[in-house]
């Protein structure tokens, strides 16, 4: 099912674009236990597929560093406790620490009160939802997500011809018993702005009825994103995904102590609001029920005969799993991001060779 399409750039293995991303975000400042959870988070998007939010990320997390948009060695300020419910500031610190504490800090709650509701206000980019889904499932507990994005509007609301918001992901994390999840977790536009991105790297079209131009009209291209004034991504689903988003923006946004967005912020940094819900199926009563019901769900709409082209039906949290096994020992970086990485290393006074040193990046065959 998972098939590379990337040519020209390099590979590079897991570990070692680890380190070499730690090494850039320590040149930013950061100490060491971010910088470790940074490359951690970033490196997990690339493994489970999702360059979108791996380390294609870096260059504009150096260009918010500059612009102060992003604050290094921050934590969390606690805004109201109240037991089961936590509301929490990540003070434009990188979202790869706010994100990781904050449900850390539900976990517990969790554990104490059998549910807890995470507010995550004004924490940089937050990356993939998944894996603060996969944090709370490894504790055998249901997440729930919803996010919003203050950044520049990139998609349009359903009707619309121009841009009023982001692609707020929303995320659902459900423990199996065999080990393997439930793990759904989407942008709720019809692709990920970092796939449009990935796209316009890569020097590809994207399908014709997922873009508009800066006119409002369709379009296959990525560039129209970054053209000055730009198009919008459409909203999934029509009006359903459209209202998917509309519910992320305002419990991912305003019900979590952040904004929502009504004008256009100039600056380059990502403000990422969250809502979480954390649910233990123990307390609740109903593990037993959940596992056993779960599992004969799965078996059942698996056993769905698959459409032409299809090799199998899956379930949500499956294509990732697949691509960590398929990435396990090299990850492809197109030739443009991987330069863009450089770029941004050198810009913080890490010179090419030395991070390349670290990298080891392989040409792709
Ligand atoms: P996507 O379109 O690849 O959809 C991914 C979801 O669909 C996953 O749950 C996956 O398991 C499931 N899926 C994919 N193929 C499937 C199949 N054949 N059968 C069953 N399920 C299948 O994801 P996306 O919309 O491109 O989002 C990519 C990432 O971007 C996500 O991790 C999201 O959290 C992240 N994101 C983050 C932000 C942010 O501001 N931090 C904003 C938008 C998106």
Redesign the pocket.
Known sequence: MVCETTTDGVSVAPARLRAAVRAIVERGGSNERESTLVAGQLVE?NLTG?D??GVGMVPRYVEALAEGGLRVNQQLSVVTDAGALLMLDGNAGYGQVMAFDAMRLGIERAAEHGVAVVGLANSH??????HWAEQCVAEGLVSIHF?N?IARPVVAPFGGRDARF????F?VGIPMPDGEPI?????TSR?????VRVAFNKGEQVKPDTLLDAHGEPTGDPGALFADPGGAILPFGEHKGYGMAVVCEILGGALAGGRTLHDRPTHRS?I?NMLTFIVDPGRLGTAERLAREAMAFAEWVRASPPMAGVDRV???????REWRAARAEAIPIDATTWRQIVAAAERLGLPAAQLESIAAPRPLA
Do not use: Q, W, Y
């Open positions: 998007a999702h979108s939010h980019h937050i990356g993939r939802i998944g996010a994005v982001v692609t707020n992901p995320c793990l759904l977790d989407f942008a692709i990920a702005m970092g796939k990502i990422n899956r379930l949500a949290g499956e294509p990732e």
